[in-house]
């Protein structure tokens, strides 16, 4: 759902729960508001539209990250019969009333971070040449405190699909970061000599990750 003022514009989603008051969370592009049941829509619609400039501007301050490997390109999402989406100067999600804004978006983010490992295969193989591996079946998931991780049992990587929004020097160095840990499970001076093997100065781009926060 969307509320103008002018020209500007605020995208926003309802979602009714067992609680007795509304709130206000403050997402990548849009304001996601649960309220109770007995409070209309169209009273958070007044009062959105009351205090526009104050949710407009906290909504766009928070936009440092990137929204698709590193560049800012908007993302729009519509209604439609089934999930889609369209790459150009913008980003357009098509998805099922059925489906949230958030899932959607996550989808996306999926999809995409899905169709960039596959390119970066040839790479991936190479690069793990210097420690005699080859590339392991790999997940992605929505992880709210780390950017990957590695179950070194079954010999697998997941990978947060957070990852899609910022460049692809970051994918590579989380990828090899957990790959190496096949090689040594935790972080102690061995790790670190696999990891420089695989990615010479992989402490700056370590360094510069951590800028982004989950």
């Known amino acids: 759902m969307i509320i103008q003022k002018g020209d500007l514009e ?3 989603e ?11 969370h403050f997402k990548d592009d849009h304001i996601l508001v649960t309220k109770h049941k007995r409070i209309s829509n169209e009273h958070i619609e007044s ?7 104050k949710f407009y501007q906290r909504l ?3 936009k440092k990250i990137p929204t698709y490997f590193g560049l800012d390109v908007k993302i729009h999402t519509v209604l439609s019969d089934s999930f889609h989406y369209t790459i150009g100067d913008d980003i ?21 971070l899905e169709n960039t490992l596959k390119a970066l295969e040839p790479w991936l193989m190479d690069a793990l040449k210097p420690i005699g591996l080859s590339p392991l079946p790999t997940k992605i998931k ?3 405190t780390k950017y990957g991780s590695c179950h070194t049992r079954k010999h697998e990587i997941t990978l947060n699909l957070f990852l899609a929004k910022l460049d692809v020097i970051y994918l590579k160095y989380v990828l090899l970061h957990e ?24 402490k700056d781009i370590q360094k510069a990750l951590k800028k982004h926060h989950l």
């Open 10 to 12: 605020i995208r926003y």
């Open 47 to 53: 009062y959105l539209l009351t205090h526009f400039d």
């Open 179 to 202: 790959y190496a840990h096949i090689i040594v499970p935790n972080h102690q001076k061995p790790f670190y000599q696999v990891l420089d093997k695989l990615m010479p100065g992989h």
């Open 60 to 62: 766009n301050q928070q």
């Open 142 to 144: 929505k992880l709210k």
């Open 92 to 112: 357009t999600i098509y998805h099922k009333a059925t489906m949230s804004l958030d899932k959607a978006i996550d989808t996306f983010y999926k999809k995409e």
């Open 14 to 24: 309802i979602i009714v729960k067992p609680i007795k008051h509304a709130y206000f």
